[in-house]
Nanobody, 115 residues
Framework: QVQLVESGGGLVQAGGSLRLSCAAS????????MAWYRQPPGKQRELVAR???????NYADSVKGRFTISRDNAKSTMYLQMNSLKSDDSAVYYC?????????WGKGTQVTVSS
C-alpha cells in the first residue's frame, strides 16, 4: 500500500515561513524522484520544486531563492522549506513520487498566506 502523507501546512502571514513534510511508505523511496506541486483555487496544478534520487533540484522561477526542497532517504521523507511567503503562494500543496512509469500523489496540505 503506497502512501504519501503531507503535513506542515497552515496559515501564515506574508513574509513568514513554513516547512512542509511528505512521509512516504510502500515504495523504495531512494529510487524515486520527489516533487512538490501546488494548485491554487480555480487554477491548474503547477510544479513547485523537484528533487531527483541523487539530490539534484529544480525550482519554479516563482519560488527560486525562497523555497528549498530536500529529502531524507533514511526517513523516506521529503521536505519543502518555504521562506518569504507571498499571498500568491497560497494553494494546496501536493507531494509527488515518480519512478519511470510509477507515479503517486498525496492528498495535499493547505497553505494560506495572509496579507
Amino acid at each position: 500500500q503506497v502512501q504519501l502523507v503531507e503535513s506542515g501546512g497552515g496559515l501564515v502571514q506574508a513574509g513568514g515561513s513554513l516547512r512542509l513534510s511528505c512521509a512516504a511508505s510502500g515504495i523504495t523511496f531512494n529510487l524515486y524522484a520527489m516533487a512538490w506541486y501546488r494548485q491554487p483555487p480555480g487554477k491548474q496544478r503547477e510544479l513547485v520544486a523537484r528533487i531527483t534520487s541523487r539530490g539534484g533540484t529544480n525550482y519554479a522561477d516563482s519560488v527560486k531563492g525562497r523555497f528549498t526542497i530536500s529529502r531524507d532517504n533514511a526517513k523516506s521523507t521529503m521536505y519543502l522549506q518555504m521562506n518569504s511567503l507571498k499571498s500568491d503562494d497560497s494553494a494546496v500543496y501536493y507531494c509527488n513520487a515518480d519512478f519511470v512509469k510509477l507515479t503517486y500523489w498525496g492528498k495535499g496540505t493547505q497553505v494560506t498566506v495572509s496579507s
